[in-house]
């Protein structure tokens, strides 16, 4: 029997610079529960007609005109970074981020770097309950890309 070889959530980790000449990353301990990493493609598409043949289907052709990539997360709030998050949501600043997927082995790992804007935090907050947020950090310039072994 052969099984898939899974790759554990807690693999994935969402690192925030803090804007120093050397720069160094942390985790942001708020983003403790459930990550979410999305590679979007936008694509221009023409349909390309047979001139031979012009009642022939015509075959559509894309080509890229861009990539995007968008970080959610969420957790429990960390209430010593709190008001660092506000702030951050109030400012429009863009800063570095990195996603990393550690391991090894089959599923390997790899690490993507550059600007990111906080384009939303949402905090949810119930009596007796401990208060959660979500994050979105949206891309905003080139990124690089290191694959990992």
């Known amino acids: 029997m052969a099984t898939i070889q899974n790759v554990l959530g807690e693999t994935f980790l969402i690192q925030i610079g803090?804007?120093?000449e050397t720069e160094v990353f942390a985790?942001?301990?708020?983003?403790?529960?459930?990550?979410?990493i999305n590679f979007s493609?936008?694509?221009?598409?023409d349909e390309l007609v047979d001139i031979s043949d012009?009642?022939?289907?015509?075959?559509?052709?894309?080509?890229v005109r861009s990539t995007d990539l968008k970080v959610d997360g969420s957790g429990l709030i960390h209430g010593p970074a709190l008001n660092e998050w506000v702030a951050w949501s109030l400012s429009g600043e863009v800063k570095n981020v990195k996603v990393t997927k550690t391991g090894a082995g089959?599923?390997?790992g790899?690490?993507?770097t550059g600007p990111f804007v906080l384009t939303g935090f949402q905090i949810d907050a119930e009596r007796v309950k401990s208060a959660e947020c979500q994050i979105t950090l949206e891309q905003a310039g080139a990124l690089t890309y290191a694959a990992t072994a």
């Open 41 to 45: 493609t936008n694509v221009e598409s």
């Open 27 to 36: 985790h942001p301990a708020l983003i403790n529960t459930k990550r979410s």
């Open 106 to 108: 089959a599923s390997g």
């Open 18 to 20: 803090d804007g120093a």
């Open 54 to 63: 012009q009642s022939a289907p015509a075959q559509t052709v894309r080509r």
């Open 110 to 112: 790899f690490t993507i």
